[in-house]
């Protein structure tokens, strides 16, 4: 008896390990439920229901009737998506630098019955399929490949696993490279390059920095002489358009003036000459060119060392010739030397014959007072 229970408990002990290994290896799959005539099938699973050892019918999520002893629901099927990791695994890659590579593999059921039929264990396969095809994607690429091209690998793998795995009934959803690890030696020269590599676009960050420096300064200096010399453009420019304006205010003023000067002048010609036909107008102008010619005894008293003497004080063209000789006489001082000299010469001369004749003219009427 002892024996006996010895041999049961043995048996159960290795059903249930037989159990929970189907769990861990297949867990996707549970095989054998009990028929409990009516079922219910959870959200995100389904019955494979058997007749008479056939495929009979795959039951959703719900509720459905089977009659005992006909019908048994052979698989329990999880058509949730799963994730599985896959483990590290050595591979070499095209230029022979050994890595270890893992991933994680992203699967669910499409297909029920041939995920109930198609293969013992379909998750098995598929894991050691993913496996298989990452080393031989990774055999075909180079290091810096890999390490700068995951995407383009992780497509790769997951073409190759979606082929295999419809036979299965399942459906790869996507598959990611988890780790790239090279051997130590790869990893110290990935280091030295990696740090050579910084130290060269530190080299090159400043390099451009000091050219773009240099440019900026060079544009900022070629402005401010541009904007300089615009500036001394435009004052030099206003400056010239100023003295011009100034001249022509100038010479329009000095027209202005000369202009009203002459039209004063005309129009007291015209009054004179208005006045000189009136009664007494004659005696007015001389009485008036006599004040002038005081004047201007005075004047060239001041200014002019020549003397003017008239021996006939009455007589109106003697008293005229004076006055224009006085009028040279003020003129000369305006003049050059030159012409002054000239001047005063051709009057030394005219004045002698005037005094000499006034002389012989008056000695009769001398000789007449002093008898």
């Not at 002990?13 to 009516?38: F, G, Q, S, Y």
């Not at 009659?67 to 058509?79: F, H, N, S, T, W």
């Not at 990452?134 to 997951?158: F, P, Q, T, V, Y």
């Not at 004063?264 to 009054?271: D, H, K, L, N």
């Amino acid at each position: 008896n002892n024996n006996n229970n010895n041999n049961i408990n043995n048996n159960n002990i290795d059903v249930i390990l037989l159990i929970i290994i189907l769990e861990v290896i297949h867990p996707i799959v549970a095989i054998r439920k009990m028929n409990t005539i009516l079922n219910i099938v959870p959200q995100g699973k389904c019955f494979v229901v058997e007749r008479f050892g056939r495929l009979h019918h795959i039951y959703q999520s719900g509720f459905f009737f089977a009659i005992p002893l006909v019908d048994q629901i052979a698989y329990v099927i999880d058509v949730r998506e799963r994730a599985m990791d896959i483990l590290p695994q050595a591979a070499i890659t095209r230029d022979n630098v050994s890595v270890q590579v893992s991933g994680n593999l992203f699967v669910r059921v499409e297909n029920p019955e041939l995920a109930a039929y198609g293969a013992t264990n379909p998750l098995y396969s598929v894991t050691q399929h993913a496996q298989s095809a990452m080393r031989s994607a990774i055999g075909e690429m180079e290091l810096d490949e890999i390490l700068h091209g995951r995407a383009k690998l992780n497509s790769i793998i997951k073409g190759t696993l979606q082929e295999a795995a419809v036979a299965w009934g399942l459906e790869v959803r996507r598959y990611e490279l988890t780790e790239i690890s090279p051997d130590e030696q790869i990893r110290i020269a990935m280091d030295k390059q990696a740090a050579a590599e910084r130290d060269r676009r530190e080299h090159v960050l400043r390099a451009e920095g000091a050219k773009r420096k240099a440019e900026l300064e060079s544009e900022g200096v070629k402005i401010a002489l541009k904007n300089e010399s615009e500036g001394n453009l435009i004052r030099v420019t206003n400056e010239s358009e100023a003295n011009k304006l100034e001249i022509l205010r100038e010479a329009e003023g000095l027209a202005e003036s000369i202009r009203i000067k002459a039209d004063a002048q005309a129009e007291g010609i015209r009054v004179v000459a208005a006045a000189m036909q009136q009664t007494g107008g004659i005696e007015a102008a001389r009485l008036a060119l006599a004040k002038d010619y005081v004047a201007m005894y005075g004047e060239m008293g001041q200014q002019s060392n020549t003397m003017i003497f008239n021996d006939r004080p009455a007589d109106v063209s003697a008293l005229m010739t004076q006055v224009v000789t006085a009028l040279n006489a003020a003129n000369k001082l305006d003049q050059p030397p030159q012409q002054q000299l000239q001047q005063h010469n051709l009057l030394e001369a005219e004045p002698a014959t005037t005094t000499t004749t006034s002389t012989m003219e008056a000695s009769p009427s001398e000789t007449k007072q002093n008898e």
